[in-house]
């Protein structure tokens, strides 16, 4: 049952990687303190919702025991959930059933099989398609029509977890996972092929290695992380302006700004004003 209104003001998710190699920020926020103060940071900066990670998904990152991830994890989500939302992105049950015994509200799923999980504890949950994992998933992705499997797996995720009971689903292309740039690129063009399935949209383009290959310098080389700022919030503002309804980000503040200027009523901060109501250069 689709379930997404057109009357729902836009989100924006703070990425907070609990981890030592995630792409953009591995080892910036490893432990619980610095993790809980970046979380702080982000609240202030109008996150919706803070996504708390304990293992990278960047192509060959290696996975996380158990026991470690639930060490990262656990303390954060108890700390940040009183004061915001708390989604945990893992694909572990395990994880997700303690992070929500911990306050966490949504269950963020790179892997799109942990609806029964999310039935069960009576939250939300993020459909994300990806072909292959992580390992090998850049090796060599291939796609009849790519649009068209990634909506046709979701859809069908997504009623799954309607079925099963899940009030609150989410479908998400998974940029980067187990696509080209052409992949991603498409799939951003053509947005408006997940938002019309009727689900709920949430796109995470933020520091990609595709907006890197992007904005290659004449040399050839991919922008490093550090200077993929403008191409996020293009493609973050795109993906809004088509319909999204939330975009997973790591430069929050930024964001929200730039998503102001689309139209869409952005959280944390009343929605866009009138231009009229603000004096040029003010
Ligand atoms: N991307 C990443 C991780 N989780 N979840 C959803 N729903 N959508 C995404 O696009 C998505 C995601 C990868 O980004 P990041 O968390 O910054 O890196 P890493 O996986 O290396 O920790």
Redesign the pocket.
């Known amino acids: 049952m689709p379930d997404a209104t057109t009357e729902e003001r836009a989100l924006v998710m703070g990425?907070l990687?609990v981890?030592p190699?995630?792409?953009?920020?591995?080892g910036s926020w490893f432990g619980t303190e610095a993790a809980v103060a970046r979380g702080h940071e982000l609240i202030a900066e109008g996150a919706d919702i803070i996504?708390v990670?304990g293992e990278?998904?960047?192509p060959g990152?290696v996975v996380v025991p158990v026991e470690e991830e639930l060490r990262r994890v656990v303390p954060v989500v108890e700390a940040l959930s009183p004061r915001v939302r708390v989604s945990i992105?893992t694909t572990k049950p395990e994880v997700a059933e303690a992070a929500v015994a911990a306050g966490a509200t949504l269950i963020?799923d790179?892997s799109a099989t942990l609806w029964p999980v999310a039935a069960h504890c009576g939250v939300g949950w993020?459909a994300?398609h990806r072909q292959g994992t992580p390992a090998t998933m850049q090796d060599d992705p291939r796609y009849g029509d790519v649009v068209a499997e990634v909506r046709d797996l979701l859809a069908e995720r997504a009623a799954r977890a309607h079925h099963a009971g899940v009030g609150e689903v989410w479908i998400?292309p998974?940029?980067?996972?187990g696509k080209t740039v052409d992949h991603n690129l498409e799939l951003l063009a053509r947005l408006d092929a997940l938002v019309a399935t009727g689900h709920r949209v949430?796109?995470?383009t933020?520091?990609?290695a595709f907006l890197g290959v992007l904005a290659a310098g004449p040399d050839g080389v991919a922008a490093p992380v550090a200077d993929r700022l403008s191409g996020s919030l293009a493609t973050a503002t795109w993906a809004l302006q088509q319909g999204a309804g939330m975009v997973?980000v790591?430069d929050v503040a930024a964001t929200v700004q730039a998503a102001l200027l689309v139209g869409r009523p952005v959280g944390g901060h009343g929605g866009a004003g009138s231009m009229a109501d603000t004096e040029v250069g003010s």
Do not use: E, P
């Open positions: 990425i990687n981890t190699d995630s792409f953009s920020d591995g996504d990670g990278s998904t960047r990152a992105d963020n790179v993020v994300m998400d998974g940029i980067g996972f949430l796109v995470g933020s520091r990609k997973r790591h």
